[in-house]
């Protein structure tokens, strides 16, 4: 028996609970479904809000609510209009019959005047405050006439303060109306709509002055649930600016009281204070507040209802569900709900573009494909088709009219086309006239054969320009690929850095901040976007410095100790004036430096030479050096080599490989001008974290590397780039090491020893002589040893330029952080 109780009391029982709780949660979802329907779709929440503000009442006397409501959903949801007439006049018509007809009358007024000025053409939303202010007017001074048969001084001061009111209430309720009539809406209210909707909450609640249950006033209850609700939610702040609005509006309404400002105010900044102690540490602010404000305000005497109106309202923010609190949260700017869905929002923004360049990348692969040669193979039965075609057009012209086409093409068909055939080949390669057997045989054979070689000769013209074409198309066409293979390769990298989850630093950037202050530096705020091994990237802001390098001495020291590696100041804006802060950026340090050395100059010394030199930092740890040599010297050779730098600089700066960049910029160079001006390409990049180094040469004289008595040549063949589309790109890598001396020059340099046979072992000696190792001095050294052989005379443009690679040494040694803990940091 216990066994089958047992049996009873598992596995069948808790499938029972987890289906008893999915269809109560089902049930929960379609109630709450079917309540926001009926309130938000149907209007039942604008019949609610209407009739509150219709009864609402200030200073005993004035009803400035029920027109700018109307008004306001007239003009955002003309639909709803009708529900919100009927709710303001049922709401006025609790009050008295004057109240009744003064709304129903500024109503009439408001539509009238609408309707007269919606013939002209006028801006009605700009204009509706102005419509409302001159309809209530209007409506109050018939009321009043009629009813008094005078106006007397005081009746003018209140018509003035009532039309203001209504002027001002509809600039209010224009921003918070659409907050009760949509229903999906973006996720964020902006300051001035909060403020509005704690206006028109405070409105609304002014409505139910008077109503009491069990001798407590249901607008303290609910204004006092209000400001906990808000507290809870926003904090201090907004805490206490719902206290003191709310308490303003209802103190209006009724004079006595005045104190519940004081309460509600004083009680939503306590709670605001204690809401790290959750709902029961806001509970505690609203209750200290009214023990003090209630004795202050009205005497021991009254603190008792007070106190029951306080606890009611504690009871209500107890039993609120937490999802209603986490969306009114979400909605509020400055709340960890709101900074959480903004970021949530901000990674579906992400993920969604990362996707959509995954997909371009997809597309620009797809038409690499079929642009490549893969696309259109070019098989052996296309080639004997185009064999044939050829043949058919020889026959056509020699052979139809020939008496022996039967006997040649009927009888003997494979051995007349293998004879055309050869002679065709044998003419494409200029050796028919040497081959005397196959032209015996042919004249043998063919009774037209010097007409029918003359037809092959003739024809073959127009073969040969269709198989250049054809041929310029494939290497167009594999060009392409290339260039569009290197574009998708680029966006899905790219696609791949999006994607990168932003990692939280904040529990980093508050230890960083702490170890710095206990060393006694003062620091304003620490932002971390990335601490990467070899990508750091830190920004902070020190008080004014004065220019005595506080960061570069004191702060990336100790961030080189506490990050493990070596941080460097990347830039720093010092404040202009004295109480102002300074803005530092920090970053990883690379393994190795560059420096740089040129010596140039100009044919016959002047000053536009036809060689241009550029040094590139393409911002992912590597940098580049380019020489070009324009063909020819002038402004116009200058033009071609700067302009293929330039292009070089921009294509490589975007991601695209070396190769498929240089590809990039000779092709259009070769289809931008018909004209013969070519330029050469010496490019070497350095990687800066390993010293690795890629040499591409296109047309380009020999680069050295010098390293201490030792010069290595590096060399490679290709043609000048623009002079054919379709080139293979030779590189050559090396691995450079700290102290190496790169030298790169230009065929002036390189070709203007005079009385010189071998220009290789002249430029090895001079540059292994050089003693110094100051690349500056040894590009002027170089550039002096040329000009002397040629007896100052200077024959072509020269350029020379010498880079240096140094282990990259910090200035100032780690300073020990002894406030930190570096196993956090490898949590983290």
């Not at 919606?118 to 009605?124: A, E, I, N, S």
Request: glycine letters at 8%.
């Amino acid at each position: 028996m216990e066994r089958i109780e047992r049996n009873l009391s598992g596995p069948i029982a808790e499938v029972d609970i987890g289906k008893t709780q999915d269809t109560v949660t089902k049930w929960f979802h379609r109630i709450q479904a079917k309540i926001v329907n009926l309130f938000l779709l149907k209007g039942l929440l604008l019949v609610v809000v209407g009739f509150l503000l219709g009864r609402a009442l200030i200073l005993n006397e004035l009803t400035p609510f029920a027109l700018p409501f109307f008004a306001s959903v007239f003009m955002m949801k003309k639909g709803k209009a009708g529900l919100a007439m009927a709710a303001v006049i049922a709401g006025s018509f609790t009050l008295s019959a004057d109240v009744t007809v003064f709304t129903f009358l500024s109503i009439v007024f408001f539509l009238v005047i609408y309707k007269v000025l919606k013939r002209f053409k006028v801006d009605l939303i700009k204009a509706l405050p102005t419509l409302v202010l001159i309809a209530s007017a209007i409506a109050k001074v018939g009321v009043l006439y009629v009813t008094q048969g005078t106006i007397t001084i005081h009746d003018g001061v209140m018509i003035g303060v009532g039309s203001g009111l209504a002027f001002i209430l509809t600039l209010i309720f224009l921003q918070s109306v659409p907050l009760l009539t949509e229903r999906r809406r973006r996720q964020s209210f902006k300051t001035e709509e909060v403020i509005c909707l704690i206006i028109l909450i405070a409105s609304v609640l002014t409505g139910t002055m008077g109503w009491l249950v069990y001798e407590m006033s249901v607008s303290n209850v609910l204004s006092r649930y209000v400001v906990l609700l808000f507290a809870f939610v926003a904090g201090a702040t907004i805490g206490s600016t719902v206290g003191v609005v709310t308490g303003l509006i209802l103190s209006l309404a009724n004079v006595t009281s005045l104190y519940q400002m004081s309460l509600l105010a004083f009680s939503g900044l306590l709670g605001g204070l204690l809401k790290e102690g959750k709902k029961g540490g806001v509970a505690l602010g609203l209750i200290v507040g009214t023990l003090l404000i209630g004795l202050y305000g009205e005497g021991a005497s009254q603190i008792i209802p007070t106190l029951y109106e306080s606890v009611v309202a504690i009871l209500l923010f107890l039993l609120t569900p937490r999802s209603l609190i986490s969306k009114v949260a979400k909605n509020i700017p400055g709340t960890p709900e709101h900074h959480a869905e903004q970021q949530q929002y901000l990674r579906k923004v992400r993920d969604v573009t990362a996707s959509r360049v995954s997909q371009f990348s997809t597309v620009f692969e797809a038409l690499s494909n079929s642009f490549s040669e893969y696309g259109y193979p070019i098989d052996e039965e296309d080639k004997d088709r185009e064999v044939d075609l050829f043949l058919s057009n020889v026959t056509e012209k020699t052979c139809q009219s020939c008496f022996k086409k039967e006997a040649c093409w009927s009888k003997n068909f494979n051995k007349t086309y293998d004879y055309m055939k050869d002679i065709m080949h044998g003419c494409d390669t200029n050796s028919l006239q040497y081959n005397h057997k196959l032209t015996r045989d042919w004249d043998k054979h063919c009774v037209r054969s010097k007409k029918v070689i003359d037809a092959i000769e003739q024809e073959l013209t127009y073969y040969q320009a269709n198989q250049k074409l054809k041929k310029q198309v494939k290497e167009s066409r594999k060009l392409v690929a290339e260039q569009l293979l290197g574009v998708s390769q680029v966006m899905s990298d790219f696609a791949k850095e999006i994607q990168r989850e932003g990692e939280n630093h904040h529990v980093l950037e508050e230890q960083i901040l702490d170890a710095l202050q206990a060393f006694g530096i003062q620091i304003g705020h620490v932002e971390i976007y990335s601490v990467e091994q070899g990508n750091v990237d830190i920004e902070l802001s020190i008080p004014y410095c004065n220019g005595s390098g506080e960061c570069e001495k004191l702060i990336a020291p100790m961030l080189s100790d506490i990050l493990e590696e070596t941080i460097l100041v990347k830039s720093e804006e010092c404040s202009a004036y004295p109480n102002g802060f300074c803005h530092v950026t920090l970053g990883s340090a690379k393994a190795y430096v560059l420096e740089t050395g040129v010596a140039h100059a100009a044919k016959g010394g002047g000053l536009v030479s036809g060689d241009s030199y550029s040094t590139i930092e393409l911002g992912v740890g590597k940098h580049a050096v380019a020489i070009s040599d324009g063909m020819g010297n002038g402004e116009r050779a200058h033009y071609e080599s700067n302009e293929t730098l330039e292009l070089l600089k921009k294509i490589l700066q975007s991601g695209i490989e070396e190769k498929v960049a240089i590809k990039s910029v000779n092709s259009i160079l070769s289809l931008r001008t018909t004209d013969e001006i070519f330029s050469t390409l010496d490019l070497a990049v350095i990687d800066l974290q390993d010293a690795s180094a890629k040499f591409l040469k296109i047309g380009s004289t020999p680069s050295y590397i010098k390293r201490g008595d030792t010069i290595s040549k590096i060399q490679a063949s290709n043609l000048p780039m623009g002079i054919i589309e379709d080139f293979e790109v030779e590189v050559v890598d090396e691995q450079l090491k700290a102290g190496d001396l790169l030298i790169m020059m230009s065929d002036g340099i390189f070709e203007g020893p005079k009385h010189v046979e071998n220009y290789d072992m002249w430029m090895k000696r001079k540059i292994k002589e050089i003693q110094t190792k100051e690349p500056q001095e040894v590009a002027d050294l170089i550039m002096e040893e040329v000009i002397r052989t040629r007896s100052g005379q200077i024959e072509d443009d020269m350029t020379v330029v010498v880079t240096k690679i140094k282990h990259n040494t910090p200035k100032w040694a780690a300073i020990p952080a002894y406030g930190y803990h570096k196993t956090k940091s490898k949590a983290i």
